[in-house]
């Protein structure tokens, strides 16, 4: 079956048509395969971002720190301490150390 000339200039004016299906065909599976890159980086990015919950135990909460018994006080301080923070040395330790009362106040900015 030979093919006509009026054949022929349908399939020509119909040729630009046919190759834009197949460059979108083309084009599809790369868009397709950016648009997946793309999802995978976002849950990343998601998941390095967002806090991560906590794992139970298994003692049904979250483990707790048990206070040392002996040298504590009922107040919380230990043996030893005032009020303000600081200790205050036994006869012993006074003699271990020097205490330098500027020591700490100076900040040195220019280095």
């Known amino acids: ?6 054949d022929l200039q349908t399939l020509f004016t ?22 997946q890159g793309a999802r995978i980086q976002k849950k990343t990015d998601e998941k390095a971002h967002t806090v991560n919950e906590t794992r ?3 003692q049904g909460g979250v483990e707790r720190i048990k206070d040392r018994k002996g040298g504590a006080s009922s107040s919380g301080g230990g043996a030893g301490r005032q009020g ?4 205050t040395p036994t006869p012993d330790a006074s003699r271990a150390y020097i205490q330098d009362p500027d ?9």
Do not use: C, F, H, Y
Not at 16 to 28: C, T
Not at 103 to 111: F, Q, Y
């Open 1 to 6: 079956m030979p093919i006509q000339p009026i």
């Open 14 to 35: 119909q040729l630009d048509k046919v190759g834009k299906n197949e460059a979108a065909q083309k084009d599809g599976a790369q868009i397709q395969a950016a648009v």
């Open 56 to 58: 139970d135990t298994g």
């Open 84 to 87: 303000n923070g600081r200790e």
């Open 103 to 111: 020591l700490g106040k100076n900040i040195d900015v220019s280095g």
